[in-house]
Structures are given as C-alpha cells and as structure tokens.
C-alpha cells in the first residue's frame, strides 16, 4: 500500500512541475511581450525651436508609429518600384511588338507587290488562253466564264470594287484570281485533251525523223531528180538520208506491224515496209541489218535495222518512203508535221 502512495505522490510532483514550468513559460512570455509593447509605446518628444521668438513645436512620438512611419515608407517605396519595373518591362514589349508590326508591314507590303505582279500576269494569261483555245477550235463559251471574261479584256472581268469593310484591296484580287483559274480549269483539261488525241495520232502517222537522234541530212529529195546510174531524169518515190557511214540505228516512224523483210534484188538492198493504221505504210531500204521479223508489232522510235549500202546504192544511206493505199507521198511533209503541230500552238 506504502509503495502506491509513493507513486501517486511521485506522479503529482511531476505534473506540478510540468505546469509550474508552464506557467513560468506563460510569464515569461508575458513580461517579454509586455518589454516589447512598452518599448514601443514609448513616447518621445521631439522639440522644434525657430531662430525667432516664434512659438517652440513638441512632437510627441513613440517608436510604435515611428516603426508604422518607416512600413508605410517602405511600401510606398516598393510600389513605386514595382511600377517602375513594369513601365519598363511594358515598354520593351511595345518596342519589340513595334519592331514585329515593322516588319509585318515590309512583308504585307512585299506581299502586295507580288499580288500586283500576279493580277498582271494573269491579264496577259487570259487573252492568251483564249487565243489557244481558239487556234485548237476549242469551245471558249462553254468553259463557265461569263461573256466579259471571254472578251479578250480582264479589267472587265477583274471589276475592282470597293472591298468590303475589314478586308484588304489584294485579298479581293486573290478571290477573283482564285475564280478566273477555277473558271479556266476546263479549257486547260480540253487542251490537255486535246494535245494527247493529237499526240495519239502522230505515233500512228509517220511523223518522226527515221534516223535515231535526228542526225543525217537529205541527200536527195522526193520527187523528179537526176538518175546517179543512168543521168536521166525519173520521179524519186521517196527520200534518201545520208549521214555518210553504216551502222546508225534506223527507227520506225509510227506504230504498226512489219509485213515485209526482205532483200529486193531491184534495187532496194535489204529493206523492211511496216502497215500502220489511217491507210499508211513506209519502207526503209538499203539497210545492213534488220532488228525485226515479219508480222511483228512495233512502236514509233523502235529500232528495226541499221543504215547500209545493200542494193542499187552508190553509198550508205536510207531511202525511206511514205505510201497512202497505193499513192506514193512525200515523207517530208509528215517529218515536219509535229514540228508544225507545235508551232501552231504557241
């Protein structure tokens, strides 16, 4: 029993002290809490006296509203500060957007030089395409335009009216560029169209120089020329290409099939007559070789044999002729006719 009393006495002791302790705290507090504000509260006289006898000034002050002073100082110091800080940070940023509106200008101005530029060239572009449309006997009133724009003129077509509110002069140049080329995209295909039917139509006419590379020169044409064997005067039913050795690669002048290789001891050598499509046949004669077989399929540019001296030949060359059924033409006609077919279509 002696020994439960020792510890409740013990626990007792302990916590008195821990409060006593607390308390001791408490005050400590206190008094250094009440040092503070009595230091603060403190009042102070500060006497102002004037040269004269005019009446002394007491200012009476504690270092409460002293400190108060010299926070009130200091935020009015800071926020001046602050605001110094952001002018100057605002200013930079509106000279450097400046610099940026600057060159935003060069650049719109650059671009209005080049949108200029363009409605020029698109002015000349329009009586151009009409007058190819016209050469090529394409339709110009069926490709959508209105009837000003087909006049020849685009100033009636590129009307410039006052452009809405907010929208630039050039942007409304843009939008009627972007419709005079809509509107010019279906003569652009009829040409197109019309280009690849005629291309079509020269690989099946003899249209092509028979020598590869366009190398040779005609040493007699078609037509009445002098005999080299006998002197005499007699029609040349075809034309004879020189290049003044054997071997250049002969090629065919229009696709067709081969129905003849053979040596002709009459006078034509070695020689090939290619069928090709529209009624027209051709030979190549005097050859050295031959690159093709009777009934074989060829396509224009193809090599069929090698320019020779075989036959009534006083040289190697290439006689080479045109027939239409059972006439007789002049190849020379349909050599140029691409050349012409281009040239008409500038």
């Known amino acids: 029993m002696a020994t439960v009393h020792e510890y409740k006495r013990f626990e007792n002791n302990i916590v008195q002290k821990i409060i006593n302790t607390f308390i001791a705290f408490i005050k400590a507090i206190g008094v250094f809490f009440g040092f503070i504000?009595?230091?603060?509260?403190?009042?102070y006289t500060v006497v102002f006296v004037p040269h004269s006898e005019k009446k002394v000034y007491n200012l009476h002050i504690s270092v409460l509203s002293i400190c108060?002073?010299?926070?009130?100082?200091a935020a009015i110091l800071g926020t001046f500060l602050w605001y110094g800080a952001t002018y100057r940070s605002t200013q930079s940023n509106l000279a450097y957007r400046d610099d940026r509106l600057?060159?935003?200008?060069?650049?719109?101005?650059?671009i209005r030089e080049e949108v200029n530029h363009l409605f020029r060239e698109v002015r000349n572009f329009e009586p151009?395409?009409?007058?190819?449309?016209?050469?090529?006997?394409a339709d110009?009133?069926?490709?959508?335009?209105?009837?000003?724009?087909s006049s020849g003129d685009l100033s009636s077509f590129f009307d410039i009216r006052e452009s809405p509110a907010g929208t630039l002069r050039e942007v409304e140049d843009l939008r009627q560029i972007a419709v005079f080329l809509s509107s010019a995209t279906m003569p652009i295909r009829e040409i197109g169209n019309l280009l690849n039917s005629q291309g079509a139509l020269l690989t099946e006419i003899p249209s092509i120089w028979p020598v590869r590379g366009g190398i040779g020169h005609i040493s007699m044409p078609f037509g009445q020329n002098i005999n080299p064997f006998t002197g005499q005067y007699y029609i040349h039913r075809g034309i004879d290409i020189s290049t003044f050795r054997s071997g250049d690669p002969i090629v065919v002048t229009a696709d067709g099939q081969v129905v003849a290789v053979e040596y002709d001891h009459n006078g034509f050598g070695n020689n090939v007559i290619i069928r090709h499509r529209h009624g027209f046949y051709t030979r190549y004669a005097h050859m050295q070789t031959f690159r093709v077989t009777t009934g074989q399929r060829v396509q224009q540019g193809q090599v069929i044999g090698y320019i020779g001296n075989t036959g009534l030949s006083t040289g190697p060359h290439l006689h080479y002729e045109v027939h239409i059924g059972s006439d007789v033409v002049d190849p020379y006609r349909y050599i140029n006719m691409r050349t012409n077919i281009v040239r008409s279509g500038r």
């Open 37 to 43: 504000w009595r230091t603060l509260t403190r009042r």
């Open 68 to 73: 108060c002073f010299f926070m009130v100082l």
């Open 102 to 110: 600057r060159d935003a200008q060069a650049s719109l101005d650059q």
């Open 128 to 137: 151009a395409l009409a007058g190819t449309l016209s050469t090529l006997g």
């Open 140 to 149: 110009i009133s069926s490709n959508g335009r209105t009837s000003q724009a």
